[in-house]
């Protein structure tokens, strides 16, 4: 059976450690200019998109040609999938010419459909429900700055909208064991089942009732748009729910001192987080950019060994 990387549920703590000890050695590898090209050498990996991407599309392609293999790049809607060919046809046609599918969607249950059919990895490259890689680069990058001090000892705040990051970030939260602060206006909570496990999981896993007392002890504050891909027809109600729930610099204050930012971007500046809080030194936005190419690479090298 392949492994598949569908949730941050689907790998274990020590496998997320492995693959944190292996990002940082493919990130120091890569400022050499080395590069793992016999690890896919020649293999295509079948890279799926049904939503828009900047980062997700051009790191998943980097890592893939810089393993060695090649990346197809399919938008859905050119393909027969969108004329409704059945996933469980297409899972087996892309096993039977690709080494594994990274894909971005909006159903996570036809993820589930397809993995269920193929004989080769699926990787979520974002769905509606959750953007597993994304936290998995933002762990990194957390990581890469406590120098050492164990990830349990920190405390991530979320701020805003509880869409497919904040369910992420809960499920990463009960695997890895760090204190996460929620903090989202009513209406707009996380998904119920995965917090309700998160939080019997983790006991420091917290809803908390304003962005103030989210952020009280956090030596992290992350927060995404009010208005994400698909969402587009609510975003005049959403701008007007979220108020109050914007990132600025007196919110940052509040917080542990050194605290960092982070934000999975694309970002609307002044909306969700401030011009300031974005280009201030506790900003590693563009860190946790450059990290999905290093996290994927050694996520693309453990689903899929070399030959
Ligand atoms: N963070 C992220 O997934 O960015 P893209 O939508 O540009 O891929
Ligand atoms: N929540 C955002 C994340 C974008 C990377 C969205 O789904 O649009």
Same mark, same amino acid.
């Given at each position: 059976?392949?492994?598949?990387?569908?949730? =941050?549920?689907?790998?274990? !703590?020590?496998?997320?450690?492995?693959? =944190?000890?292996?990002?940082?050695?493919? !990130?120091?590898?890569?400022?050499?200019?080395?590069?793992?090209?016999?690890?896919?050498?020649?293999?295509?990996?079948?890279?799926?998109?049904?939503?828009?991407?900047?980062?997700?599309?051009?790191? =998943?392609?980097?890592? *893939?040609?810089?393993?060695?293999?090649?990346?197809?790049?399919?938008?859905?809607?050119?393909?027969? +999938?969108?004329?409704?060919?059945?996933?469980?046809?297409?899972?087996?046609?892309?096993?039977?010419?690709?080494?594994?599918?990274? %894909?971005?969607?909006?159903?996570?249950?036809?993820?589930? &459909?397809? /993995?269920?059919?193929?004989? %080769?990895?699926?990787?979520?490259?974002?769905?509606?429900?959750?953007?597993?890689?994304?936290?998995?680069?933002?762990?990194?990058?957390?990581?890469?700055? %406590?120098?050492?001090?164990?990830?349990?000892?920190?405390?991530?705040? +979320?701020?805003?909208?509880?869409?497919?990051?904040?369910?992420? +970030?809960?499920? /990463?939260?009960?695997?890895?064991?760090?204190?996460?602060?929620?903090?989202?206006?009513?209406?707009?909570?996380?998904?119920?089942?995965?917090?309700?496990?998160?939080?019997?999981?983790?006991?420091?896993?917290?809803?908390?009732?304003?962005?103030?007392?989210?952020?009280?002890?956090?030596?992290?504050?992350?927060?995404?748009?009010?208005?994400?891909?698909?969402?587009?027809?609510?975003? /005049?109600?959403?701008?007007?729910?979220?108020?109050?729930?914007?990132?600025?610099?007196?919110?940052?204050?509040?917080?542990?001192?050194?605290?960092? =930012?982070?934000?999975?971007?694309?970002?609307?500046?002044?909306?969700?987080?401030?011009? &300031?809080?974005?280009?201030?030194?506790?900003?590693?936005?563009?860190?946790?950019?450059?990290?999905?190419?290093?996290?994927?690479?050694?996520?693309?090298?453990?689903? *899929?060994?070399? !030959?």
């Amino acid at each position: 059976m392949p492994k598949n990387f569908i949730t =941050f549920r689907d790998l274990t !703590k020590e496998e997320y450690l492995f693959l =944190f000890d292996r990002t940082r050695t493919l !990130k120091h590898e890569r400022y050499r200019h080395r590069y793992q090209r016999d690890h896919l050498r020649g293999r295509p990996i079948a890279v799926l998109f049904s939503k828009p991407s900047t980062r997700t599309r051009v790191s =998943f392609e980097c890592a *893939i040609t810089e393993l060695g293999g090649h990346a197809i790049i399919i938008h859905l809607g050119d393909s027969q +999938w969108a004329r409704g060919e059945p996933l469980s046809h297409s899972a087996r046609v892309f096993s039977r010419y690709v080494s594994g599918i990274v %894909i971005r969607h909006t159903k996570e249950e036809d993820l589930v &459909e397809l /993995a269920k059919h193929a004989s %080769i990895p699926v990787v979520n490259a974002l769905t509606d429900e959750r953007h597993p890689c994304q936290v998995l680069a933002d762990v990194f990058t957390i990581i890469e700055r %406590i120098d050492g001090n164990e990830l349990g000892s920190q405390t991530v705040a +979320w701020i805003g909208d509880g869409g497919n990051m904040a369910n992420t +970030w809960l499920e /990463a939260a009960a695997v890895l064991g760090f204190g996460l602060n929620l903090a989202c206006p009513p209406g707009y909570l996380p998904d119920e089942g995965i917090a309700k496990r998160a939080a019997a999981d983790n006991p420091r896993v917290k809803f908390m009732g304003s962005p103030l007392e989210a952020v009280k002890g956090a030596t992290v504050v992350t927060t995404d748009v009010f208005t994400s891909m698909g969402k587009e027809a609510e975003r /005049a109600k959403r701008l007007k729910d979220f108020k109050g729930y914007r990132v600025d610099s007196a919110l940052m204050a509040k917080a542990r001192p050194k605290a960092l =930012f982070l934000h999975c971007l694309p970002a609307h500046p002044g909306e969700e987080v401030t011009e &300031e809080v974005l280009e201030s030194p506790a900003s590693v936005i563009f860190d946790e950019a450059e990290n999905r190419l290093h996290a994927q690479k050694a996520l693309l090298e453990y689903l *899929i060994p070399a !030959k």
